[in-house]
């Protein structure tokens, strides 16, 4: 469609007559009408008063289509492509970690309580912690959104990692040395990462909250 069409289609949809288009922009009526029909094109300082007769931007006189209205329906796409991205994979950590614990419960009850044979015990046990694992590596590899988290957020997240790391460290060795249990205290790794999960959940709800 040329500008001149575009013209004439939206002085119509309008309903303005030639001569008001005219009195609008201090032209003569024969001007409107050779702009219409292609015989010449609207000078450069009657394209701006001309976009504001009809309401549109100059990108869409001249292109066709509103660049910014395209501009701003794709980042309001990415941004909900972004919540909904973090929405999924802190659902994904959620579902990993509430798994852990099920595995931690099953084996504190399972051989104790139950009195299963602890080789199948440990097996389940397992089994839980794999598929837990699944879930969060998969929630985060899956959603992962290219836009990260606020740097500073980051900063402070890592900060926190590595305090508790250093902590469960110190009460790992304390109480493997107290109890020589070294082949039931690798669990407080277990225990490690979830509070880190949990940690990384928090903070990644935090976003999703600041970004709505």
Not at 40 to 64: H, N, Q, R, W, Y
Not at 91 to 98: A, D, K, V, Y
């Amino acid at each position: 469609m040329t500008i001149g069409e575009k013209l004439l289609n939206l002085r119509k949809q309008k309903n303005l007559s030639q001569e008001e288009v005219a009195n609008c922009l201090n032209v003569s009526r024969q001007t409107i009408s050779k702009w219409e029909t292609d015989q010449s094109t609207p000078d450069l300082d009657k394209i701006g008063p001309l976009c504001e007769l009809f309401g549109i931007s100059a990108d869409e006189l001249i292109i066709g289509k509103s660049t910014t209205k395209s501009e701003s329906v794709n980042e309001q796409e990415n941004k909900n492509q972004f919540v909904d991205n973090r929405r999924k994979r802190a659902q994904g950590i959620g579902q990993g970690i509430l798994l852990y614990f099920v595995a931690i419960a099953w084996i504190m009850i399972s051989i104790p309580v139950m009195m299963m044979n602890p080789i199948v015990a440990s097996a389940i046990f397992l089994i839980l912690c794999g598929v837990a694992t699944y879930l969060i590596i998969y929630s985060c590899i899956i959603y992962k959104n290219k836009r990260e988290e606020i740097p500073k957020e980051n900063k402070l997240l890592k900060q926190i990692e590595n305090i508790i790391g250093v902590i469960f460290l110190i009460i790992y060795l304390l109480i493997s040395f107290m109890t020589m249990a070294w082949h039931i205290t690798w669990i407080i790794w277990i225990v490690c990462g979830l509070v880190e999960e949990i940690l990384k959940l928090i903070f990644m709800l935090k976003g999703d909250q600041n970004e709505k």
